[in-house]
């Protein structure tokens, strides 16, 4: 069910799941269930999602992401639970961009885009100039006559970004935006959803962790319908996982760690792992242990001859909450 | 404001699927072209050769007048296709009779001319007529040409008829040929044509998914649809314009009231794109329309008397008014509708119950 609750206002405190810091929220979504015959694809979700934040919905496949997605815009009935808008009907407000590309093969882009602006009741004028905007912050200016079905699969997915753009929405959802483009348009792509932060309230759903971890203030972490987890991707990093990875190469190795040494650098890591040359480190927060990780290094005899770090990626996040087996 | 808007990219749309406009457009006309082949291949035609071997006499060669006059008759008559040929040789005659290039073969004697010149007092005129006496054909030729022998006769000898006929045609059977039967049902067709254009331009919503962003959006179904019904109703008035053209070019005689002709088109058209819907609901590609549209194509096609006159069993009546089961489809009270306007120039008040059975 879906309602439009004109008094809500946001649940300030916790940091559980699904809950919100904010003051603001547009959408909530509460105890919402989605049951397809014997698979129950979305499984008692709540969350909140704030005025003007991009919020990144991230999970394996099937794990309700996108049937999420189709319940807040209204095209899926939710089997138990609601969504709700604050602010009244955002019938019209909200924007969509498919994971497929929806779009009329057989109008041109301009065409396609005042089309839409006039359905969402914009005047002619003002759609005509909104979709020539759009074509040119979407580098997609000098094809706004060409029909779409001849456009290549990148220029595809930025009509279908457009589309969901034309009448200037409140709320922009995203399935999979970068999903079947190149590294160029890509960039632009997150630049332009970028560039909507704070004007808009964005949320995604993506598989790309990078796209998350980069475009989002706040990561929804979803699987099997449920909400494991939701953060900024920093404190995500920061605090899910076995944290960053320490290689130090040794100037002078030992087949095995000195015993002070073994005891100190336990105190100040998870995980020590010894690799030939490479002595291999795993903790949280690793740049403020490194000092320290140095100094007992000297202090052994070890020598460095080489240090290479690597933070701890929202995939790591993802892949601890999830796990590594396949789906669907 | 969002009606025009659909209405202006339903158009543009259904001018770049141009494939299935000219379906659309194109197969009702070629239907026309194709019965009125048909209906010239099929028409009756009797081929007379005549050998006049008269010598004439002093008033003239009264055989080379009758066949002048033969000729003339027949040439300005519709109904009856009797081609004379006057062969100079019976035995060149005789061998295009066998090779069945002609019907009959008729022979004037030399005398002809002094025959009816002496009146009684040379006796009866002795003309020889040679055919397949068991074929049909020539005995059309035969009753044909001895009948107007006979005039043309009576006529040189000054001689008073004691029978003449006097030919009334029934109905519209002097005026009309099968070709302007057909015509009516084949306007119809073109309307019918319609159900393939109307699903697509509903279905491909779906197949694209672009239903989702209209759903989305703040339009109404209402403007959808009458967007996409009235682009589609000019398609079908566009239909019946190119068949009736393609119909008055080939010698079909309008005729009827005007007006009673565009509701009759405006009314199937609506039915027909209502039957569209249907169908797209049934449906998920412009594939799947193209083929299992078929069926009822075929049904409108041979079972409404579109594509061929068909009469069907009447199951009951109101006010008179014969229930078939064909009458279950819309184009069969659209093809009676028109047959009794464009036909027998009936008016409004006696197709009624056709009025009825069509509107929404």
Same mark, same amino acid.
């Given at each position: ?191 332009? /959803? ?27 972490? /979803? ?24 290689? @130090?190469t040794l100037r002078n190795p030992a087949k ?15 995980? @020590?792992?010894v690799?030939d040359k490479t002595l ?12 320290? @990780? ?8 070890l020598g @460095?001859a ?23 | ?360």
């Amino acid at each position: 069910m879906i309602t439009f609750d004109k008094t809500a206002r946001s649940t300030p405190g916790g940091r559980k799941a699904g809950e919100s810091r904010s003051a603001e929220h547009v959408i909530r979504l509460e105890n919402l269930t989605k049951d397809y015959d014997r698979l129950r694809a979305v499984d008692d979700l709540s969350l909140e999602i704030r005025g003007g934040e991009i919020l990144g919905f991230l999970g394996p496949n099937g794990a309700g992401k996108t049937t999420t997605i189709n319940m807040i815009c209204g095209t899926a009935r939710p089997s138990a639970g609601q969504v709700r808008f604050s602010g009244g009907d955002l019938k019209g407000h909200l924007g969509l961009c498919p994971q497929e590309n929806v779009y009329w093969p057989k109008l041109t882009c301009t065409e396609q885009l005042v089309f839409m602006g006039e359905m969402y009741g914009m005047p002619r004028r003002r759609a005509q100039k909104r979709a020539a905007e759009l074509l040119e912050r979407l580098g997609l200016s000098e094809k706004a006559r060409v029909l779409a079905a001849r456009l290549s699969g990148g220029m595809k997915r930025r009509l279908n970004l457009c589309l969901g753009l034309i009448h200037d929405p409140k709320i922009l959802i995203l399935d999979e935006p970068e999903a079947g483009l190149d590294p160029q348009s890509r960039i632009l792509v997150r630049e332009f /959803i970028r560039s909507l932060a704070k004007q808009k309230t964005v949320v995604l759903t993506t598989h790309n962790m990078d796209e998350a971890d980069r475009l989002s203030d706040r990561v929804a972490i /979803i699987d099997r319908g449920r909400l494991l987890l939701l953060e900024t991707p920093a404190n995500l990093k920061r605090s899910i996982g076995e944290g960053d990875i320490l290689e @130090i190469t040794l100037r002078n190795p030992a087949k095995h760690l000195p015993q002070t040494a073994a005891e100190a650098l336990s105190a100040l890591t998870r995980r @020590i792992q010894v690799r030939d040359k490479t002595l291999i480190l795993k903790s949280k927060d690793m740049i403020q242990s490194l000092p320290a @990780i140095t100094q007992v290094l000297e202090k052994a005899g070890l020598g @460095i001859a080489g240090i290479t770090m690597r933070e701890n990626t929202l995939e790591d996040v993802f892949i601890h909450l999830t796990g590594k087996n396949l789906r669907e | 404001m969002k009606l025009l808007s659909v209405i202006r990219k339903s158009i543009r749309e259904q001018w770049r699927h141009f494939w299935i406009l000219l379906l659309t457009l194109s197969m009702a006309p070629f239907f026309v072209l194709v019965y009125y082949l048909i209906n010239e291949a099929s028409k009756p035609h009797y081929d007379l050769l005549v050998v006049n071997r008269d010598l004439g006499a002093d008033g003239g060669n009264s055989g080379e007048a009758w066949i002048g006059r033969l000729q003339g008759d027949w040439s300005d008559s519709t109904l009856a296709p009797l081609h004379v040929t006057a062969v100079d040789d019976s035995a060149a005659a005789l061998r295009l009779l066998r090779s069945r290039k002609a019907d009959a073969l008729i022979l004037l004697p030399r005398d002809f001319s002094l025959s009816l010149q002496s009146g009684e007092k040379h006796g009866p005129v002795q003309v020889e007529l040679i055919g397949d006496l068991t074929d049909i054909q020539y005995m059309v030729t035969a009753v044909w040409t001895g009948e107007h022998l006979a005039g043309f006769i009576h006529e040189q000898m000054v001689l008073n008829r004691p029978l003449v006929f006097k030919e009334t045609a029934l109905g519209m059977s002097g005026r009309l040929d099968d070709f302007d039967l057909y015509v009516p049902g084949l306007l119809i067709l073109s309307t019918v044509m319609l159900m393939f254009s109307s699903a697509i331009a509903l279905v491909t919503e779906v197949e694209n998914r672009t239903i989702l962003r209209l759903k989305l959006s703040r339009v109404k179904a209402v403007e959808l649809l009458s967007g996409i019904t009235l682009v589609q109703l000019g398609v079908g008035m566009l239909s019946v314009l190119f068949t009736l053209l393609v119909a008055l070019g080939l010698g079909f005689d309008l005729a009827g009231s005007a007006g009673l002709f565009v509701a009759i088109c405006i009314l199937t058209s609506l039915s027909i794109i209502a039957f569209s819907l249907i169908l797209a609901a049934a449906t998920r590609t412009a594939n799947e329309i193209l083929v299992i549209g078929n069926f009822p194509l075929f049904l409108f096609m041979f079972f409404t008397g579109a594509a061929f006159p068909i009469s069907g069993r009447t199951l009951f009546k109101i006010g008179g008014y014969p229930v078939t089961l064909q009458g279950l489809m819309s184009p069969t009270h659209a093809v009676s509708a028109l047959k009794k306007v464009l036909i027998f120039d009936m008016s409004c008040a006696e197709i009624v119950p056709e009025l009825l059975a069509l509107s929404p």
